[in-house]
Structures are given as structure tokens and as C-alpha cells.
């Protein structure tokens, strides 16, 4: 059986993005990867994020909004940076870790859900859905 890869998606306030990116590959592909989200400066999970994600019945409302400094030293495998901010200052990993870089367009519109801004967010998840469905085809072909 092969070793269970750690992957962190990364963004600037992990609130968003990575939030996404990491509740889908959780969700498409629990048995393989253990997915982890961090952000340059954590803020917390946006609640418009929760609520996109609980559209496909995937549960978000848990997550945390972590630092990236808490999985430095993690044996993380693979780092996916989802702007282009967290790609900027992104450290680098210990090991022989994967990068990928996907530039996504934020979502966030600030702190107060408005139910217009919820097409931001379900685009964002559509497009992270595609990125992440693309990743899992290449990590099968190796």
C-alpha cells in the first residue's frame, strides 16, 4: 500500500480558497491524501465558503484557518498555492515537496455574506473543482 501524501493548500487568509480546494480533494480523494489548508495571514473560514461547500454536501464548517508555519515541519509532499500572493511568499518546504501554483480569483467581497456574492464563490469552486480533478489524473498517470 503507498504512503498516504500530504498536501497543503495554500492561500494568503485561508479563508477561502484553500478552504475549497482542501474540503473537495478531501472529498474526492480521502483514502490517498491528507489535505491540509494554511494561509500567509490566517483570518478564518469565509462563511460564504461554508455555504457553497455544503451546496455539494461537503462540510467545511469545522476547518480552521491556519498558519503556514504550523506545517513546515509536517513532511508535507505537496503545496499548492491557489494566489498569486501566497506564491510569492510561500517558504520553502524541507524534502523533496511538490509545488504546483494555480492562480484563483478571490472570491471575498469582506466579512458580511450577501447572498449576491455567492456566484463569486461557486465560481471559485467550480474552477478549484476543475483544477483539482486535472491534479488527480496527473497523480494517477505517475
Known amino acids: 500500500m503507498k504512503k498516504r501524501q500530504k498536501v497543503l493548500f495554500v492561500c494568503t487568509g485561508n479563508s477561502c480558497r484553500s478552504q475549497i480546494a482542501e474540503g473537495l480533494l478531501k472529498h474526492k480523494n480521502s483514502d490517498r491524501y491528507d489535505v491540509f489548508s494554511a494561509g500567509s495571514n490566517p483570518s478564518r473560514v469565509h462563511p460564504s465558503a461554508i455555504t457553497v461547500m455544503k451546496e455539494w454536501d461537503i462540510d467545511i ?46 472570491p471575498f467581497c469582506g466579512w458580511n455574506p450577501e447572498p449576491s456574492q455567492l456566484d463569486k464563490f461557486r465560481e471559485t469552486r467550480q474552477i478549484l473543482n476543475k483544477h483539482i480533478l486535472e491534479f488527480l489524473n496527473t497523480m494517477e498517470q505517475q
Not at 61 to 66: L, Y
Not at 73 to 93: E, K, L, R
Not at 94 to 103: D, K
Open 61 to 106: 464548517s469545522g476547518n480552521s484557518s491556519d498558519s503556514l508555519d504550523e506545517y513546515l515541519n509536517m513532511g508535507i509532499d505537496i503545496v499548492i498555492t491557489v494566489c498569486d500572493d501566497a506564491n510569492q511568499v510561500c517558504p520553502v518546504f524541507p524534502g523533496n515537496v511538490h509545488r504546483y501554483h494555480w492562480s484563483i480569483d478571490d
